[in-house]
């Protein structure tokens, strides 16, 4: 089983017969509990850092099964911006993100403009995954709650997966572009 501790492999410091993950069906976060062996103290652990198991063995129908994960840290907003998620642009004083730490229903950043001058605002994080994670001919999601409560007149929301070669050179990029009210909370996904 790969086993990544804060994106880096640490399969071989992880014993498979220590490895018991709890779940509950309809809970996306299972509890797993694991023995880490550091013979020489070089695994810097930290609180909160995430970890990764990946039966790599699993198939159906003779095609190994890559299960999805999310590659965003604090993605929902739970510990505020934490440092992770970065405003940019003339208007990022109009982004606001929770107390940290918040959960549930308050958990999630907000833009809120009116007759604001010409402008324009980024909320963005950049991801280093682990090239062990990706694979070839894969399809990557990048889905969120959009909730637009009235029609944007002169501007839009957009969101979107950038991907980076390994001197930060940009070599995709891929967007989906919003207008109108969405009537509520909506979730919408983009591919790439």
Same mark, same amino acid.
């Given at each position: 089983?790969?086993?990544?501790?804060?994106?880096?492999?640490?399969?071989?410091?992880?014993?498979?017969?220590?490895?018991?993950?709890?779940? *509950?069906?309809?809970?996306?976060?299972?509890?797993?509990?694991?023995?880490?062996?550091?013979?020489?103290?070089?695994?810097?652990?930290?609180?909160?850092?995430?970890?990764?198991?990946?039966?790599?063995?699993?198939?159906? $129908?003779?095609?190994?099964?890559?299960?999805?994960?999310?590659?965003?840290?604090?993605?929902?907003?739970?510990?505020?911006?934490? $440092?992770?998620?970065?405003?940019?642009?003339?208007?990022?004083?109009?982004?606001?993100?929770?107390?940290?730490?918040?959960? $549930?229903?308050?958990?999630?950043? %907000?833009?809120?403009?009116?007759?604001?001058?010409?402008?324009?605002? %980024?909320?963005?994080?950049?991801?280093?995954?682990? *090239?062990?994670?990706?694979?070839?001919?894969?399809?990557?999601?990048?889905?969120?709650?959009?909730?637009?409560?009235?029609?944007?007149?002169?501007?839009?929301?957009?969101?979107?997966?950038?991907?980076?070669?390994?001197?930060?050179?940009?070599?995709?990029?891929?967007?989906?572009?919003?207008?109108?009210?969405?009537?509520?909370?909506?979730?919408?996904?983009?591919?790439?």
């Amino acid at each position: 089983m790969l086993t990544l501790i804060n994106k880096l492999d640490q399969t071989g410091n992880v014993p498979h017969d220590s490895i018991s993950i709890d779940s *509950v069906q309809g809970d996306p976060l299972g509890k797993a509990k694991l023995q880490v062996i550091d013979n020489n103290s070089s695994i810097a652990l930290q609180c909160m850092q995430e970890v990764i198991l990946i039966d790599e063995n699993v198939a159906l $129908g003779g095609t190994t099964l890559i299960p999805a994960h999310n590659y965003l840290i604090n993605n929902n907003f739970t510990y505020g911006s934490g $440092g992770i998620w970065v405003k940019s642009g003339t208007l990022s004083s109009t982004v606001t993100f929770p107390s940290s730490p918040t959960f $549930g229903a308050g958990a999630h950043a %907000t833009l809120t403009f009116s007759n604001n001058v010409v402008g324009s605002v %980024t909320v963005a994080q950049s991801t280093n995954t682990n *090239v062990q994670l990706l694979f070839p001919n894969r399809t990557y999601c990048f889905s969120l709650n959009l909730n637009i409560t009235a029609g944007f007149v002169n501007s839009s929301v957009f969101i979107g997966i950038q991907w980076l070669d390994a001197s930060n050179t940009v070599i995709s990029t891929v967007q989906q572009t919003y207008f109108s009210n969405t009537g509520g909370v909506t979730r919408v996904s983009i591919t790439a």
